[in-house]
């Protein structure tokens, strides 16, 4: 993990809008790049041993995965990625050069929605 991965304006943006998209609901933020992360956020009632290299692998390679093999369908273009877990939920979102995890409590569909539109419109 490198810091400073993402400059801190960025990070305190992505930060922001993931906090204004779900409030108190956001568990953690992390920014990625196919090679590194660096987490933004991590609430202070969680644990601080998880081991995100191993999530940051697996969520770039899903996402490519995911990109490839959807494309041209008549689903449209992909555009995020939630994943169900007994304690939260995964949300991906990325682009060809980067991305953002973001891990919630229990949120709407709307939420969902609210915080990929807002953390895409970032990464653009």
């Known amino acids: 993990m490198t810091a400073d991965l993402v400059d801190p304006e960025t990070a305190d943006h992505l930060v922001r809008t993931a906090r204004t998209a779900i409030g108190d609901s956001l568990r953690s933020a992390t920014y990625f790049t196919r090679d590194d992360y660096e987490q933004l956020y991590l609430r202070s009632d969680l644990e601080q041993d998880a081991d995100l290299s191993t999530f940051i692998g697996t969520e770039w ?49 709307q939420d969902f929605e609210a915080l990929a539109s807002a953390i895409g419109a970032v990464l653009r």
């Open 61 to 109: 390679r899903g996402f490519r995965i995911t990109k490839d093999a959807y494309q041209g369908s008549e689903l449209g273009d992909y555009n995020y990625t939630i994943r169900v877990f007994d304690g939260g939920y995964l949300v991906r979102m990325t682009t060809d050069r980067e991305g953002v995890l973001v891990t919630t409590d229990g949120i709407t569909m």
